[in-house]
């Protein structure tokens, strides 16, 4: 198993920037892929961004490239989300996932690929 926890979120102005951080612990050895995925009210969850946990290739949603950046930390079984120019349309709670074994880009953009979560991180921007 592996446990995730969220720590980050905020109330902020659009314009604005917080940095997001995931710490992994358990079965960190299983993880194949990092992502952080994100849900407002009345929609469904959707992809931000990802990593591949060795090697660190980074994916990107359309929405959010240019102002998010993802980033892991081996070592210390961390995965941060810095977040810049946020805009109200960004606020949603933000949850991180992890996958245990291979799966390619692609796949790594769907949350049902994903095993494991966190409990989530509340972002609000104001406008």
């Known amino acids: 198993q592996v446990q995730l926890v969220e720590s980050g979120g905020g109330l902020v102005q659009a314009g604005g920037s917080l940095r997001l951080s995931c710490a992994a612990s358990?079965?960190?050895?299983?993880?194949?892929?990092m992502g952080w995925f994100r849900q407002a009210p009345g929609k469904e969850r959707e992809f931000v961004a990802a990593?591949?946990?060795?090697?660190?290739?980074?994916y990107y949603a359309d929405s959010v490239k240019g102002r998010f950046t993802i980033s892991r930390d081996n070592a210390k079984n961390t995965v941060a989300l810095q977040t810049n120019n946020l805009k109200p349309e960004d606020t949603a709670v933000y949850y991180c996932?992890?996958?245990?074994?291979?799966?390619?880009?692609?796949?790594?953009?769907?949350?049902?690929?994903?095993?494991?979560w966190g409990q989530g991180t509340q972002v609000t921007v104001s406008s």
């Open positions: 990593s591949k946990w060795i090697g660190g290739s980074t």
């Open positions: 358990g079965r960190t050895f299983n993880i194949y892929f």
């Open positions: 996932a992890a996958k245990w074994d291979y799966i390619n880009a692609f796949q790594a953009m769907n949350a049902d690929e994903y095993g494991h």
